[in-house]
Nanobody, 121 residues
Framework: QVQLVESGGGLVHAGGSLRLSCAAS????????MAWYRQTPGKQRERVAT???????NYTDSVKGRFTISKDYAKNTVYLQMNSLKPEDTAVYFC???????????????WGQGTQVTVSS
């Protein structure tokens, strides 16, 4: 069973930085896409940043220019570097991985348990 484990969350002042890590229990080569989501109470989970197998990246508008998603294949880890943090970035951040297996009509999706990020004003 594939596991994703996030770390790196915490409390930071507005304008500060954090780097989230998502360590996979297997090689991340198996994932077609990986992403970071975030969720606040009472709201739907929001995709923040995506990185494809070919290392193409995409960001939601509110974090463009501030957040960077990257992968380290040697460490089987995906990162989210968050700079110029704002109070509205406060949320639980989740790591997600999508695996497509040849011949299957549906992908397998994996989630981490989440890590809390709190940005104080």
């Amino acid at each position: 069973q594939v596991q994703l484990v996030e770390s790196g969350g915490g409390l930071v002042h507005a304008g500060g930085s954090l780097r989230l890590s998502c360590a996979a229990s297997t090689t991340i080569y198996i994932f077609t896409n990986m992403a970071w989501y975030r969720q606040t109470p009472g709201k739907q989970r929001e995709r923040v940043a995506t990185i494809t197998k070919g290392d193409s990246t995409n960001y939601t508008d509110s974090v463009k220019g501030r957040f960077t998603i990257s992968k380290d294949y040697a460490k089987n880890t995906v990162y989210l570097q968050m700079n110029s943090l704002k109070p509205e970035d406060t949320a639980v951040y989740f790591c997600w991985g999508e695996q497509w297996i040849l011949g299957n009509t549906k992908s397998s999706e994996y989630w981490g348990q989440g890590t809390q990020v709190t940005v104080s004003s």
